[in-house]
């Protein structure tokens, strides 16, 4: 199946821990994103990232950082957690032109105690 | 600041159409989405506008007025299956994402 496939979908951990989640596209897009989604539901972009360059919301605390070993996967580590990251993470991918839709993955459930 | 208004909450009939809107305030503007998210799921593409119009596709039509900053999501023949959250997202004048909160579409047999 074409798709945006990232693992875990269910993450508990405890604060202070380091924790990754992987994400692989097989659409051949150009360009992955992390967002992460609250308990309000907003979607709040974390990274995009493609051949060319990576885009930092600079909100995101520097605790977060992605890593790309190729053009399909952009994985998510998370250093010293805290409870306020407890959300659920999703990955995306599009192609580059203004009219591609995001294509995501089916998220990962995080929860810090 | 770049704003999405959409309302928090819609409740609609089995069987009857409902109006979504969305208002927005972007710095620029290259296109309009509109996506839904099922409860515990990842969210799926439905439409996309960038001129003025409506855009039709199959139960679900989308329109985009740009001088109004504003969008609507007509979903007809409402069945049980379409109750979900329904988001709105601009790209702005740097090409970024802009996302509202969503409706959440609440669906009554």
């Known amino acids: 199946d074409t798709a945006v496939s990232q693992t875990p979908k269910y993450l508990v951990t405890q604060m202070g821990n380091d924790k990754s989640i992987k994400c692989e596209q097989n659409?051949?897009?150009?360009?992955m994103y992390w967002y992460k989604q609250d308990s309000k539901k907003f979607l709040k972009i974390m990274f995009s990232?493609?051949?060319?360059?990576?885009?930092i919301n600079e909100t995101v605390p520097n605790r977060f950082s992605p890593k790309s070993p190729d053009k399909a996967h952009l994985n998510l580590h998370i250093n010293s957690l805290e409870l306020g990251d407890s959300a659920v993470y999703f990955c995306?991918?599009?192609?580059?032109?203004?009219?591609?839709?995001?294509?995501f993955g089916n998220g990962t459930r995080l929860t810090v105690t | 600041g770049q704003n999405i208004d959409q309302p928090t909450e819609m409740t609609a009939t089995e069987g009857a159409i409902v109006q979504i809107n969305c208002t927005y305030q972007?710095?620029?503007?290259?296109?309009l989405f509109w996506y839904q998210q099922h409860a515990g799921e990842a969210p799926t593409f439905l439409s996309y506008?960038?001129l003025d119009g409506l855009e039709e596709k199959g139960r679900f039509s989308s329109f985009l007025s740009r001088s109004k900053g504003y969008s609507y999501l007509l979903l007809k023949e409402l069945q049980m299956k379409d109750s979900a959250s329904y988001l709105c997202?601009?790209?702005?004048?740097?090409?970024?994402?802009?996302w509202g909160a969503g409706t959440k579409l609440i669906i009554k047999p």
């Open positions: 506008n960038v």
């Open positions: 995306a991918s599009s192609q580059e032109g203004e009219s591609s839709p995001l294509h």
């Open positions: 997202a601009v790209r702005d004048s740097n090409y970024q994402l802009i």
């Open positions: 659409l051949g897009h150009d360009t």
């Open positions: 990232y493609n051949n060319k360059e990576l885009i």
């Open positions: 972007t710095s620029g503007f290259n296109g």
